[in-house]
Each structure stands twice: as structure tokens, then as C-alpha cells.
């Protein structure tokens, strides 16, 4: 009898976990509401994507009782792709890195190249 109180308690937390699993599974990424947004214009989406988009509008309803715009989708999927490339991310810092420093070091900050030893002293050679 202990044999089968061991699995049925196992499977009871199995169940359990499934159940939080499926749970998590089924809480939409993306909220109805979302910050401020920007506008794009003639953006054009691939048909295929297009199709998933609507019927992910029609699941977030589903679960949080409204439906988000189609913006607020977009948006969290972008983010998303922008977190996860990590291409993208060592250019960004990248970029970011050339941007803090001066173009040219010898006249940064208004300052013009200082001269050599050779220079102030007078020397030609």
C-alpha cells in the first residue's frame, strides 16, 4: 500500500506542477496596456504574421477580458526581438562607446594639440 500512496502523492504534484505550468503557459506576454506609442507609417506586415497577430488579439481578450491594440502587440514583440539579439545589442553598445568619445583627441573639448618638446624648444629639425 505505501507503493501506491508514493505515486498518487507524486502524481498529485505532478498535477500540481502541470497546473502551474499551464498556467503560466496561458498569461499573454503582452497587456492591453501599454506606455505611449509612436506611429508608423506604411508599415506593412508579412500576411502569416498578420493572421497570428489577430488571433493573438483574440487570446489576450480571451484571457484578460480586453483586447489590446495592435500597437501594443507590435511593440512587446520588438522588444522582445531586441532583447534577445545579441548582435544587435554589441552594436548598440558599440555605438553608444563611439559616441562618448572625441573624434579627435588632439582637439577635443576646444583644446588644440599641445606641442612637443622639440616644437617648444624651438627646434626645426
Known sequence: MARSENRSGREQQQNRRATKTDTAESTPLVSAKRGKF???????????????????????????GEEPEDGAIISAS??????????????????????????????????????????AAGDSA
Open 38 to 64: 509612436e506611429t508608423l507609417k506604411d508599415a506593412k506586415v508579412e500576411a502569416l504574421i498578420f493572421a497570428r497577430l489577430m488571433d493573438y488579439k483574440a487570446f489576450v481578450k480571451e484571457v484578460e
Open 78 to 119: 520588438l522588444e522582445m526581438l531586441l532583447d534577445a539579439d545579441r548582435g544587435f545589442e554589441r552594436w548598440a553598445v558599440e555605438q553608444r562607446r563611439k559616441e562618448r568619445q572625441p573624434e579627435d583627441k588632439n582637439t577635443a573639448h576646444g583644446h588644440t594639440r599641445r606641442a612637443t618638446t622639440n616644437e
